[in-house]
């Protein structure tokens, strides 16, 4: 079982930085693939970014290549998204995910198994 607790969303002008952060609990953190995911109105939930178990490998998707940045560290459990260069776009709601297997090119919601509450990051014009 792992429990997962976002931080960091906010509002933001156009343009700015935010740092999100995730913090896991339980002792098997390295043994998951990470993820971020994003969901606005009326959207579907999107994978954002997906870093492998010992962090050497990361997928973006293509809307937030060369803005955000997945990171995790294994030694405190915590997987981190800086947010550079945001656009209104970018404002959703944010989640943390873990998965057991699989590959961080899978991007599909269903294969993650657990998640975060989710934090609000809202850009403005």
């Known amino acids: 079982q792992v429990q997962l607790v976002e931080s960091g969303g906010g509002l933001v002008q156009a343009g700015g930085s935010l740092r999100l952060s995730c913090a896991a609990s339980?002792?098997?953190?390295?043994?998951?693939?990470m993820g971020w995911f994003r969901q606005a109105p009326g959207k579907e939930r999107e994978l954002v970014a997906a870093?492998?178990?010992?962090?050497?490998?990361?997928r973006y998707a293509d809307s937030v290549k060369g803005r955000f940045t997945i990171s995790r560290d294994n030694a405190k459990n915590t997987v981190g998204l800086q947010m550079n260069s945001l656009k209104p776009e970018d404002t959703a709601g944010y989640y943390c995910?873990?998965?057991?297997?699989?590959?961080?090119?899978?991007?599909?919601?269903?294969?993650?198994?657990?998640w975060g509450q989710g934090t609000q990051v809202t850009v403005s014009s």
């Open positions: 995910a873990a998965r057991a297997i699989g590959y961080i090119t899978d991007a599909k919601q269903g294969h993650y198994d657990y």
């Open positions: 870093i492998s178990r010992d962090g050497s490998s990361t």
């Open positions: 339980g002792r098997t953190f390295s043994m998951y693939i």
